[in-house]
């Protein structure tokens, strides 16, 4: 019985020491967090990949609002004469709105698919460029390891480098953002 007791107690005490050396690890490691949000809405290299990217798809968007108008047109045109028309002429209208509809969902689609392309093409070298940033302060301060503020439930603001890092990126050059490929508005006809 005192032998059971004695394994008790070794094994609290190797517990005990083995914590003891884990939460002294844990004490000298240094952490701080990062709001990459925070970061990103107050650059201004953020808000010239905005207007470039209004800019270069601003026509795919009015085309898509004049398809968008196409078809609530006659979709209240049919609504309207639907009573009326019988056989082939309805079978024609329905097919007609049927392939608008259609059309317009492609439409979406497509706009929607290159444009968030060409967003992360486009944010893709600040990313890189913060995280240069967020590198260069954790070496100069000595940091062990930055999180992000998302997947923290809490953290002293003092532990927050993200006004750091906006400071260091607004004396940085815009990085150079490789050219893509025009977007075609041939899927929108």
Not at 19 to 43: C, P, Q, R, W
Not at 65 to 79: G, S
Not at 162 to 185: F, G, L, N, R, Y
């Amino acid at each position: 019985m005192e032998e059971f007791s004695m394994k008790k107690v070794v094994l609290f005490i190797g517990a005990a020491l083995l914590f003891g050396f884990s939460s002294l690890s844990l004490a000298d490691t240094k952490i701080a967090v990062l709001d990459v949000n925070k970061v990103l809405t107050n650059l201004p290299q953020l808000k010239d990949i905005q207007a470039g990217l209004k800019k270069k798809f601003d026509m795919r968007g009015q085309e898509l609002v004049k398809l968008q108008n196409t078809f609530r047109n006659d979709l209240d045109k049919y609504r309207q004469n639907n009573t009326t028309l019988q056989g082939e002429a309805l079978k024609k209208e329905q097919q007609k709105i049927i392939d608008e509809n259609k059309k317009l969902q492609e439409a979406r689609a497509n706009l929607q698919r290159d444009l968030v392309a060409a967003q992360n093409q486009a944010i893709a070298p600040i990313l890189q460029q913060i995280l240069d940033v967020v590198s260069k302060i954790a070496k100069e301060q000595k940091i062990d390891l930055v999180i992000t503020k998302a997947s923290t439930a809490y953290c002293n603001p003092q532990s927050d480098i993200s006004d750091q890092v906006i400071a260091e990126m607004k004396k940085q050059p815009a990085p150079t953002i490789k050219p893509s490929q025009p977007m075609k508005s041939e899927t929108l006809k």
